[in-house]
């Protein structure tokens, strides 16, 4: 069987499926994933630096939303709907306050663009549910 890559967000949404408790680290890391990448993008643009640890907060939740339902793949325009119309003020609130353009294409190229970060980012392997022996 050949090895698939796995994403994050892939990850993220299947172990969902499988416990609360099972994802609780993925979704740890997705947001100190964003809180390690902040001020490095904070430095290059402080409007998206400042929200980037929002956006990634809600996409995160979408795609365990998604993969609660099954519907983990096959969904992205749908991701992105949603996505869009949670994130959508609050990033054209801050672009605007920075003087950038805040129309819609552009918000939502900016979450997109988050949603191929965290997409780029391999998945932690899943902890072996066989203890080890010595």
Do not use: C, H, W
Not at 22 to 41: C, G, H, R, T, W
Not at 61 to 68: D, L, R, V, W, Y
Not at 70 to 80: A, D, F, M, N
Request: net charge neutral.
């Amino acid at each position: 069987m050949a090895n698939k890559f796995v994403s994050f967000l892939q990850s993220l949404g299947r172990d969902f499926k499988a416990g609360l408790s099972k994802l609780d680290p993925f979704v740890k890391k997705a947001i100190s994933v964003a809180q390690a990448a902040e001020p490095e993008i904070t430095a290059l643009d402080p409007a998206i630096g400042t929200i980037f640890t929002t956006v990634v907060t809600v996409v995160s939740s979408i795609e365990q939303k998604f993969a609660a339902m099954g519907q983990q793949t096959g969904t992205g325009v749908q991701k992105l709907a949603e996505a869009t119309s949670i994130l959508a003020p609050v990033v054209t609130q801050a672009f605007t306050a920075a003087g950038k353009a805040a129309d819609l294409p552009t918000v939502q190229n900016y979450i997109s663009a988050v949603v191929n970060f965290l997409n780029a980012i391999p998945a932690t392997p899943a902890p072996s549910s066989t203890p080890a022996t010595s």
